[in-house]
């Protein structure tokens, strides 16, 4: 009988036993369960921490290089509007340049004879000039490119002009034809370049352009075809000796005269 009780007092200690071990085993797993949860969170905080960072570092790139985009577009408009700047002042200087040679060309009235009115050419450009229109403007005032249709209206006379296809280099004669007297001159004609000018009664130079700009211009004035100014013969020596013996002997009879009176 004594022998089964301590049997008994055995078993249940070993119960108590391993319920105890199993508790504190209980104990200990949920511990280190406890703490793998705090390193969890804390690597997920720093992973967290590490994404938000990166995501600022790429907002902050992301900006920097729209910024560079942005100056990128700005420098590229820059250039764009120096580069067109600079085109314009080479144009310019271009323009002034052959402004300057057009002003060489001078032309004025002579005289009238057999109803026409002669002209004097003086071609100074340093080149040979296309299309030279000369017309004979009645004005009062400055003769500018813009005004010149008003003085020929549609329907109205016919202006007095001079054209020849091309005018070398130095002085050159010539006359109006056409039935519209003016008391001005006004030319237009084209360098060696193909660029069209004009040139008022007041000696100023205006750039016309193109050729259909310089046709378009004299259709505005009544001039739908130009035909080309013949030019005046020129005199032999033997005519020139002819004429110069003819006037010898003109003065010395009105001298004769004089003397004689």
């Not at 329907?155 to 007297?181: D, H, M, N, W």
């Not at 000796?241 to 003397?259: G, I, L």
Request: charged share 25%.
């Amino acid at each position: 009988m004594k022998e089964k009780n301590w049997l008994t007092w055995l078993t249940v200690l070993a119960l108590v036993v391993g319920f105890a071990a199993m508790g504190a085993s209980v104990v200990w797993l949920s511990a280190q369960a406890a703490k793998q949860t705090q390193r969890n969170s804390q690597l997920a905080g720093q992973l967290y921490q590490a994404s938000r960072t990166k995501s600022q570092e790429a907002s902050s790139i992301k900006k920097r290089l729209d910024k560079l985009a942005s100056d990128n577009s700005s420098l590229k408009k820059k250039n764009s509007r120096l580069a067109k700047e600079n085109q314009a002042l080479k144009q310019t200087n271009q323009d002034l340049s052959a402004a300057s040679a057009a002003a060489g060309l001078n032309v004025w009235e002579t005289e009238e004879k057999s109803g026409k009115l002669q002209l004097k050419i003086d071609n100074q450009t340093g080149q040979a000039v296309n299309d030279l229109l000369v017309l004979a403007v009645a004005a009062n005032g400055r003769i500018t490119l813009n005004s010149l249709p008003s003085y020929f209206p549609v329907g109205g006379a016919k202006p007095r002009y001079f054209y020849r296809k091309k005018v070398a280099i130095g002085k050159t004669e010539g006359s109006l034809t056409g039935a519209y007297a003016g008391s001005d001159m006004v030319c237009l004609f084209a360098d060696a370049s193909g660029v069209y000018w004009f040139k008022g009664n007041r000696g100023q130079i205006e750039k016309i352009g193109s050729q259909a700009h310089f046709k378009k211009l004299f259709r505005q004035i009544s001039l739908n075809k130009l035909e080309e100014s013949p030019l005046p013969v020129k005199k032999t020596k033997t005519e020139k000796k002819k004429m110069s013996k003819k006037t010898t002997k003109k003065t010395e009879k009105q001298s004769s005269k004089k003397k004689a009176e």
